[in-house]
């Protein structure tokens, strides 16, 4: 059965409602323009505007399907005061033609109730959001539905009849979640909202009085901004490993640019450079009004320490850290490790990718020097042919490997390297992942390490020779 | 012969003007050790190795080549190995002793990435070895790279190495890099009474060197593939010391550079 999702004001005053039918909604208004649901448009819109509200206060809240929640303390007075900053937010949301109701009080609770059942742009003085309910209806405490039609049944028609009513059979008649409801609307019980990006207090902003879009002006913003927050965080002996920097355009997008540190850090004129190459990827559009930079992963670190000689005490936060960055930041995370351990007797699985600073030490045991290992390993194993070898079990006496033929003079082998089975399938073990490497060398003294995937005999395919590495 | 040491190392003092001199690295052998500018493989400066033949494409033999060279260095700060193909394994290097927890690999994506990751590392201080694996390095990427290691006296290793199937590149016209080598693997020589392999030993020819005499020697990786390998001074050990027939090409590679 199709079912109306949401109507807008024109309808609701023709009576639909949300959860109508839809065949009754066409027969109660003929010609009724409808178009379909789509719940996920709608919750990445929602997220889409809350990160536009970011410009207003990093702690924003999802209220699905259609509202947000945004703690606004110890923000407002950057606006003037509560109701200036309400005037911005409102003139702001009317250019993106959205209908929208708002309200600000103390508590999530009360605020939510304010905007959906008080007037729009209510704001309630702090202390006072109990008298401004009062006259509301049970609804607006986000009830459960139950909850809602048992009050309802009771005659119980304003929010102040049940704040009258004694706490204990409250709870008992109306379940706890009553009553936790109304103790969170009248801040007798703390409420948590799960903001969208974890509030951080390392926070800076740089309004602008004329939208800029060149990128002389975004570099020198950038390293405003940066300096602002990162005499912060030296004053406060912090340091932060993630850098959010967002360019809040004037048709309301909000472009986002992130930056990671190897070791946490905070010298603005390296964050800022670290932000430089990046900067070319934002569009500017029309102008951008506003710039955010958040600090996150904010750690405490030590002060910085004049150094007597500059060669005898290098550090590597001086040295090595910022050159991480630049190449992490350059060419991406992946293109910069460490070969670490890992402990598995299959040459390829031996080896994992460790971040260069500040990975935890690794546990494993670190490779065996005494067995031969070759310099450099092919990612693909390649095939080499017309091998001969004098018994199954023998090293090869020639093959022809990318075109040439090498004529064995000496060989070390085999060494065999059985498959993970405990990894697959009972099915999918076969002799034929067996391995047998060898460690030859040519006529010339290049040495190989090649192997022999399967045994002779065992199955109806035969062997077949691999180049896996070469030792130089 | 003590004079003309003296006069040499005047010439040496005057030819490197302010820069600081960041002193040598010696292979533990006078044969070798002699033909070079000060006695030993000068740091501070950049250096060239290329591989012949299927050592061209694969750099094997080069690639283990320069880490037992540097070696000594890797204890000293970080070692940074730029590549263009990830195919460089790191318990091969720990086998030959080269400390794997001091290397840091990158990845580049081309030529100019592979150099500018280069100059990056070269003048960063605690970085006292930078590897690069590039095709070609022409006059001006040589000064960049010569300049990135003065600033810090770190020490650059090229390693030359051409695309798998690529073809041949033609050769630049001259380079700035302190020496070039030529490696090639020999064949090994296992102690008697021992089969399988011997230690890896390589055939290398000193094809260029500033302010110093080129040559040609087999040299062994000295107690290869063992846990012993990192405490030896002097990673590389003298076999034999192949003829010395480039006396002339040096002095006139002396005259060009001059």
Known sequence: MRRLAAVNRAAAKLGLYAGQKATDATALVPGLATEEADPQA?????????????????????????????????????????????????????????????????????????????????????????????ALPPEALRLPPEAAAQIGRLGLRRLEQIIALPRAPLARRFGAATLERLDQALGRSAEALRFRRPPTPWLARLALVEPISTPEDMARVTQDVTAKLCARLEAGSHGARRFEIAFHRVDGKALPLTLGLSLAGRDARRIARLFQPKLETVDPGFGIECVTLAAYDVEATSGRQGRIDADLAVTIEDGLAPLIDRLVNRLGPERVWRDAAVESHVPELSVGRAPVLGGAPSEAMPWDREVPRPVRLFRRPEPIEDVTALLPDDPPLQFRWRGRLHRVRRAEGPERVGEEWWKRGIDEISVAHVRDYYRVEDAEGSRFWLFRAGLYGGSDVPPKWWMHGLFG | MSDFRAIRAKIAALESGTRAQAGVLPFGDASLDDRLPGGGLPLGRWHEIVGVGLEAETSAAPAAFAALMARPL?????????????????????????????????????????????????????VSAVFGEVEDVDLTAGRRLQLACEKRGGTGFVIRRRPFGGARHREAAGSVAATRWCVKPAPSEPTTGDFGLGAPRYHVELQRCRGGRTGAWILEADQAYSWEATDVAHPLRLVAALGDRELAPAQSAQARAA
Do not use: N, Y
């Not at chain 1, 206060?57 to 999802?62: I, K, L």
């Open chain 2, 74 to 126: 890797a204890r000293r700060g970080e070692a940074v190995w730029v590549l263009r193909r990830d195919d460089l394994w790191a318990p091969g290097l720990a086998g030959l002793g080269f400390p794997p927890e001091r290397l840091i690999q990158v990845c580049a994506r081309d030529e100019a990435e592979t150099l500018m990751v280069m100059e990056d590392a070269l003048t960063t201080v605690g």
């Open chain 1, 42 to 134: 709608d919750a990445e819109a929602l997220i889409a505007l809350i990160d536009w509200c970011v410009r207003f206060s990093p702690a924003v809240a999802a209220d699905a399907p259609g509202g947000l929640f945004l703690d606004i303390t110890g923000v407002a007075h950057l606006w003037g005061d509560e109701a200036g900053m309400m005037a911005d937010f409102r003139e702001r949301l009317l250019t993106s033609g959205l209908p929208f109701r708002m309200s600000i009080a103390d508590t999530p609770g009360a605020a939510w109730a304010l905007a959906h059942f008080g007037l729009d742009q209510a704001i309630a003085p702090p202390g006072e959001q109990a008298e401004l309910l009062k």
